[in-house]
């Protein structure tokens, strides 16, 4: 449903995902965020599971639907679908198992070829209670997030360090760039009664003034 800007009891779905290979903790990683648990023996995801948090913000409640996407080689053709109409990621690795790391470039190119926008993504290195274990420096981490244009978080879904703090994150960004588009979609209509009321015509740069409709779309919905 499209945003109405005059609507103060205006809610807000986003749609998030689990991105990462299989067994890097994203399964207790939701499990600890929706319902403060931890499953020491849980299994892989089969398929796609998902679990709605909500939060307030600025006195709206935002409601992040957020989903865990099985990480096994064999599912990715069944979860592909699953990143479209996405406004946020968490990509996880495990810092205990270099190969994971070595992974999130290619799951960063399949979530941006399967999105349908550009996503808020937060590179997260999860089990940092595993630190007899590590094989990824914190400092590898931040420069690979850095160097792709990521938020970074290190995690310990065990220990609950840090997982309230990585999500919350990832809502505040998405709701943060949606705030700022409605209000150069307000501006630009007031500039726009204000030219006609006083004959004056005006020209729009489309990069710099349209509100991206794919916002409203995906981002939006009222109750």
Same mark, same amino acid.
């Given at each position: 449903?499209?945003?109405? /800007?005059?609507?103060?009891?205006?809610?807000?779905?986003?749609?998030? @995902?689990?991105?990462?290979?299989? /067994? @890097?903790?994203?399964?207790?990683?939701?499990?600890?965020?929706?319902?403060?648990? #931890?499953?020491?023996?849980?299994?892989? !995801?089969?398929?796609?599971?998902?679990? $709605?948090?909500?939060?307030?913000?600025?006195?709206?409640?935002?409601?992040?639907?957020? &989903?865990? $996407? /099985?990480?096994?080689?064999?599912?990715? %053709?069944?979860?592909?679908?699953?990143?479209?109409?996405? @406004?946020? /990621?968490?990509?996880?690795?495990?810092?205990?198992?270099?190969? !994971? #790391?070595?992974?999130?470039?290619? &799951?960063?190119?399949?979530?941006? !070829?399967?999105?349908?926008?550009?996503?808020? !993504?937060?590179?997260?290195? =999860?089990?940092?209670?595993?630190?007899?274990?590590?094989?990824?420096? +914190?400092?590898?981490?931040? *420069?690979? %997030?850095?160097?792709?244009?990521? #938020?970074?978080?290190?995690?310990? *879904?065990?220990?609950?360090?840090?997982?309230? %703090?990585?999500?919350?994150?990832?809502?505040?960004?998405?709701?943060?760039?949606?705030?700022?588009? @409605?209000?150069?979609?307000?501006?630009?209509?007031? $500039?726009?009664?204000?030219?006609?009321? =006083?004959?004056?015509?005006?020209?729009?740069?489309?990069?710099? =003034?349209? $509100?991206?409709?794919? &916002? +409203?779309?995906? &981002?939006?919905?009222?109750?």
């Amino acid at each position: 449903m499209a945003f109405n /800007a005059d609507e103060q009891t205006e809610n807000y779905l986003f749609k998030i @995902v689990l991105v990462g290979d299989s /067994a @890097v903790g994203k399964s207790n990683l939701l499990a600890r965020f929706a319902r403060d648990e #931890f499953y020491p023996n849980s299994k892989s !995801t089969i398929g796609v599971e998902f679990q $709605t948090q909500k939060m307030e913000i600025n006195g709206k409640e935002i409601k992040a639907q957020i &989903w865990d $996407t /099985a990480g096994q080689e064999r599912f990715r %053709a069944v979860t592909s679908a699953y990143y479209r109409g996405a @406004v946020g /990621a968490l990509l996880v690795y495990d810092i205990s198992r270099r190969q !994971t #790391f070595e992974s999130i470039g290619r &799951w960063l190119n399949e979530l941006q !070829t399967h999105s349908d926008m550009n996503v808020i !993504t937060m590179l997260v290195g =999860n089990k940092s209670d595993l630190k007899d274990a590590r094989e990824v420096s +914190t400092a590898q981490g931040r *420069a690979l %997030a850095e160097e792709q244009g990521l #938020f970074f978080i290190e995690t310990s *879904a065990l220990d609950s360090s840090n997982v309230f %703090a990585a999500f919350q994150t990832v809502i505040r960004e998405i709701y943060g760039v949606l705030s700022r588009k @409605v209000m150069q979609s307000h501006d630009l209509n007031k $500039t726009n009664l204000a030219s006609l009321s =006083n004959g004056k015509s005006v020209v729009l740069k489309e990069d710099e =003034n349209k $509100t991206d409709a794919r &916002w +409203t779309k995906y &981002w939006c919905c009222s109750s």
